[in-house]
């Protein structure tokens, strides 16, 4: 009666994982549970065949399960093999578009001077009554692959403002470690190869030409913010002659208080948004650190640079005083300004059911940091994460943040990672509340790529969520894949970025506050 009841209770997982799966190529057709419960069955010592059988059961299950790991690392190896594939061959073409412009610009440059030299542009520095020539012995000019496309006939279009980036040691201002931290293309700023020397050097952007457009984005339902941006807004046009771009809610709020706002311009449609980034010269933002995550959310590819004014709860890159935005435009305007280059993280979701390794959703652009939790689910989370091909740890706890340096002092810092200078060039892997006391969170350099999968085996789903939103659920054999994005979202600095940075977290975190010991006390002798 044994054997009988043992091949009943097998064809019934298998019929069942069958009609789950459609095909029996997934180890979850024998788990664990069920083939311990064959091995309580039998009873002890009647049949030896029977242990036999589970025996080899228990071998089937390991294979299955190797084969499907192996067919997710290969799905997500060769999506990231796509992905670099495309983003260099796109590269090269942008690269190529660039060279042509740049001596269709020469051209028109050439006949501007021929045919009517009195109306060249004139360059701020030529208004400061310093040379307009260009010169990049101390950075990289912007100007020279600056040109969008063929010129248009269209007066109303406002062509954006070049500028060059130049950096330098505090103590030396030679230009040793230029040409290795940021390139341009058609005048959008892209990470190329960093030096190591990164962190100890000062960026600073200088404009080539004046701004012209200035997008202003507000932090909602804030009577004071309100206020100052049509301060702001009016200051901006009266006294700077500027563009302004504000959001279509900003834009009502605006003509609500007075028909003069008529100036003001917006956009329309998610397509006008994409477009932003070959119109606006400059961003400022009001609001806290949320607003700032909100305006580099707003650019997939190139971030203009973003002057962030703080009105928020608490923030760690808003470092201007809203009470002096004057004085702080006037200076941002005329520049040059020191910059802190904040890396984002790309991350994009595979599927298990992908029919074939292409079948990926489109990538996230992150610049605090992404989560992977248990969402609702009372079981902990199982997560394999690799790091390139190479396998890094299983995680059991509540989750896990791949965080960007800029977001080590966001959820990262609450779940117990360490603070890091924001011009560090990594990847944070920190565990969430893990069920292990040897688990220490971990910096991974730049240029690896990071696969955190869901297995077959978990009892739950995960939740990843991107800057704290746009949550998505992980089923298991789903993969989360997260490597350094190539366009970095570029702050002003009130001083520069390490001192804006220990700023931060001395007045927002009190960090290493506490009393000063007595001077009167023991002494050693």
Excluded at 238 to 252: A, D, F, G, S, T
Excluded at 338 to 352: A, G, K, P, Y
Excluded at 371 to 387: A, K, P, V, W
Excluded at 444 to 457: D, G, I
């Amino acid at each position: 009666m044994a054997p009988n009841k043992l091949n009943s209770s097998g064809n019934t997982s298998m019929s069942c994982s069958q009609a789950e799966n459609g095909f029996v190529n997934s180890f979850s057709l024998f788990p664990e549970k069920a083939v311990e419960e064959i091995l309580q069955s039998p009873i002890q010592g009647s049949d030896d065949h029977l242990i036999e059988f589970s025996e080899a059961l228990r071998t089937v299950a390991k294979a299955l399960r190797q084969v499907a790991e192996g067919k997710a690392s290969a799905q997500a190896e060769a999506a990231e093999w796509k992905r670099k594939f495309e983003l260099e061959r796109d590269r090269n073409l942008k690269f190529e578009h660039a060279e042509k412009s740049c001596f269709e610009h020469q051209a028109d440059l050439d006949d501007m001077r021929t045919n009517s030299p009195a109306k060249q542009p004139t360059s701020c520095n030529v208004a400061n009554g310093q040379s307009g020539k260009c010169c990049s012995r101390n950075g990289i000019c912007s100007h020279e692959v600056l040109k969008d496309g063929a010129p248009s006939s269209d007066s109303k279009i406002v062509k954006k403002a070049s500028f060059k980036l130049s950096w330098f040691c505090k103590d030396d201002q030679s230009d040793q470690y230029k040409h290795d931290i940021v390139s341009f293309e058609r005048g959008n700023i892209t990470t190329a190869q960093r030096s190591s020397k990164q962190v100890f050097l000062v960026i600073s952007l200088k404009w080539q030409s004046c701004p012209q457009t200035v997008l202003i984005l507000t932090k909602p339902n804030s009577v004071s913010v309100q206020i100052l941006c049509s301060e702001m807004v009016r200051w901006l046009r009266q006294q700077k002659n500027l563009h302004i771009y504000v959001e279509p809610r900003v834009r009502v709020e605006l003509l609500a208080e007075s028909s003069y706002f008529n100036f003001v311009e917006t956009w329309k449609d998610d397509e006008e948004v994409l477009m932003l980034h070959t119109k606006v010269d400059l961003v400022v933002t009001l609001g806290g650190d949320g607003t700032v995550l909100w305006a580099a959310s707003m650019f997939k590819g190139p971030v203009p640079p973003i002057v962030p004014f703080s009105l928020g709860s608490l923030g760690f890159m808003t470092p201007f005083y809203s009470e002096h935005y004057k004085e702080c435009l006037e200076s941002i305007l005329k520049g040059p300004i020191s910059i802190t280059l904040r890396h984002r993280l790309q991350c994009h979701v595979i599927r298990e059911a992908a029919k074939n390794e292409y079948e990926t959703e489109e990538p996230m652009l992150v610049l605090n940091e992404v989560t992977i939790d248990r969402g609702i689910s009372s079981f902990l989370t199982n997560l394999e994460c690799y790091c390139d091909d190479s396998f890094v740890t299983c995680v059991q706890g509540d989750g896990l943040i791949l965080s960007t340096t800029s977001g080590s002092t966001a959820y990262s810092l609450a779940a117990g990672g360490s603070m890091v200078h924001p011009q560090v060039p990594g990847i944070l892997f920190t565990p969430i509340c893990p069920h292990s006391l040897s688990f220490r969170p971990m910096i991974f350099p730049e240029h690896v790529t990071l696969r955190v999968q869901v297995p077959f085996n978990s009892r739950s789903p995960a939740w990843a969520s991107f800057d704290g939103k746009d949550r998505k659920q992980l089923a298991p054999g789903d993969a989360l894949v997260c490597s350094m994005a190539p366009w970095p979202v570029p702050t002003a600095c009130l001083d520069d970025s390490t001192n804006d940075f220990l700023r931060s977290i001395h007045e927002g975190l009190h960090w290493n506050l506490r009393k000063t010991q007595s001077f009167d006390g023991p002494r050693e002798t």
